[in-house]
C-alpha cells in the first residue's frame, strides 16, 4: 500500500474549507437563536395586520379551502375598506361573499360559490356578475391549485389535463383573456399540451390551528390548496386559534405548513374562523351560517348582517360576546370539540453531537485548532 504525502501549502485551502463549515455553523446557531428572540415576535392585532399588509388593488388569496375560513380577517380587510382588490378562492362560501357584497372586490379568480341563490336575489356574487361590477375567472379545483403550486415553486407556468378544452372553463374568458390558458408544444414529443400561468398573490390571509410567535404556522386536517396559497404569496398573515411555545412547534415538526420566514404577521384569534369549523376545535355553526345565506339572498339582507356582525363587532372577542349576548352560549358550546389524539410521530436519534463538550471532534478526538495545526504539520494524506 502506497502513501502519497500531499504539501502542507494545499492542506490550506481544507483548513479553509473546515473554517468555513465551523464559521457557517456557528453563524446559523446565532441566526436560529436570533429568529427565535422575544425581539422577532409577529404577534399583532388583526387590525394592525391588514393595516399593515393588505392594500388596495392588490391580489389577495383566502388560503383555506371551505374548512377553518379566515374569517376574522377576511371581516377586518372589509372594516377597513378596501377597494379595488383581486380576489383568489378555492372554495368560495360566505368569506367570498361577503366580501365581495361589501365592495372590497372587483376581480374573482375561483372554483366555485356556494351560496344559497335562487330567483329572489341571488347572493352577492351572482348580484356583482349581473350588475358587471365583479368579474370573474372560473377553473377546477386541480387548475386553480396548479397555479399556486407553480407559483409557490417559481414557475411561469404549470401544464394541467387537456381534456378542459372542449370544455365552456377553456372557452370563456374574463379578465384573463388569453393568458387563462395557452397551448403550447411539448419540446420532447411534440404534443400539444394545455397549460395555466403560475399565481403569486400579493398576500394571503390564513387560518391555522397553531402557531408560534415567530410564524411557524401549524395546520392540520383538509389541506386543500392552504400551502401552495401561503407560499406562492408574497406576503402571509396567519390567524389561529392560539399561539403556541416554539417548543410544541419543534416536537410536531410535520404539522407546520408555513415556515416562520415567510409570515409578516401573526394574529391570535379564538373562534377566528366561525362559523366555518376547524378541527379539533369546533364544528360547522350551522345557526349562524343559515343566518348568514338567509341574509345574502337580497343586498340589503347583507347589508343588515354586516351592519351587526363585521361593523357593529370591532374585533373577533367583540363577535363571540355579542353572539353570546344575543344567542346564550349554548350554541358555541354545542360545537366545541371533543379531544381526538393521534398517536405521537417518533422523532428520536442518538441524540449525539460530532463535537464533545470539550470540542473535540468525536472521530478525530481533536479540537479544530489541534486539527488544523496537524494539517500544517503533516499534511493531508491519501491512501
Not at 349576548?325 to 398517536?343: C, E, M, N
Request: charged residues 25%; hydrophobic residues 40%; glycine residues 10%.
Amino acid at each position: 500500500m502506497s502513501v502519497i504525502r500531499v504539501p502542507s501549502r494545499n492542506s490550506e485551502t481544507i483548513t479553509r474549507f473546515v473554517q468555513s463549515i465551523w464559521k457557517y455553523k456557528t453563524k446559523s446557531r446565532e441566526r436560529q437563536a436570533g429568529c427565535m428572540g422575544d425581539g422577532n415576535s409577529k404577534v399583532m392585532s388583526a387590525k394592525e395586520a391588514i393595516n399593515r399588509f393588505v392594500h388596495d388593488g392588490e391580489e389577495l388569496v383566502i388560503g383555506n379551502y371551505t374548512v377553518g375560513s379566515c374569517a376574522e380577517l377576511v371581516y377586518e380587510v372589509i372594516r377597513q375598506g378596501r377597494k379595488g382588490l383581486t380576489l383568489y378562492s378555492q372554495s368560495g362560501i360566505f368569506d367570498v361573499e361577503t366580501i365581495v357584497g361589501a365592495g372590497c372586490v372587483d376581480r374573482l379568480v375561483t372554483t366555485y360559490c356556494l351560496r344559497a341563490g335562487g330567483k329572489k336575489g341571488g347572493s352577492a356574487v351572482e348580484r356583482g356578475l349581473n350588475a358587471g361590477t365583479l368579474e370573474i375567472e372560473d377553473y377546477t379545483n386541480f387548475q386553480y391549485n396548479a397555479r399556486l403550486m407553480a407559483g409557490m415553486h417559481g414557475f411561469s407556468y404549470i401544464q394541467v389535463l387537456e381534456g378542459a378544452m372542449v370544455t365552456d372553463l377553456f372557452h370563456k374568458r374574463s379578465f384573463m383573456g388569453e393568458d387563462k390558458f395557452r397551448v403550447i408544444k411539448c419540446p420532447y414529443t411534440g404534443k400539444d399540451h394545455l397549460t395555466v400561468p403560475a399565481a403569486n398573490p400579493d398576500v394571503c390571509i390564513v387560518h391555522v390551528q397553531r402557531c408560534d410567535k415567530f410564524g411557524n404556522a401549524q395546520y392540520w386536517g383538509a389541506l386543500g390548496s392552504v400551502a401552495a396559497a401561503a407560499l406562492a404569496s408574497k406576503r402571509i398573515v396567519v390567524s389561529c386559534e392560539e399561539i403556541v411555545e416554539h417548543d410544541i412547534i419543534q416536537s410536531s415538526p410535520h404539522l407546520t405548513l408555513i415556515p416562520a420566514y415567510r409570515v409578516d404577521a401573526v394574529v391570535e384569534v379564538p373562534w377566528g374562523a366561525n362559523p366555518t369549523e376547524v378541527l379539533g376545535y369546533y364544528n360547522l355553526d350551522q345557526f349562524m351560517y343559515g343566518l348568514f345565506m338567509m341574509a345574502d339572498g337580497t343586498a340589503d339582507g347583507l347589508k343588515a348582517w354586516m351592519d351587526e356582525w363585521v361593523f357593529g363587532c370591532e374585533n373577533r372577542a367583540a363577535y363571540v360576546d355579542h353572539y353570546i349576548q344575543k344567542f346564550g352560549s349554548k350554541v358555541l358550546d354545542g360545537i366545541r370539540a371533543k379531544a381526538f389524539y393521534s398517536a405521537p410521530a417518533n422523532y428520536g436519534s442518538a441524540f449525539t453531537s460530532r463535537w464533545d463538550r470539550e470540542g473535540k471532534e468525536r472521530n478525530m478526538g481533536m479540537t479544530l485548532p489541534e486539527f488544523e495545526q496537524t494539517l500544517k504539520e503533516r499534511g493531508k494524506l491519501y491512501e
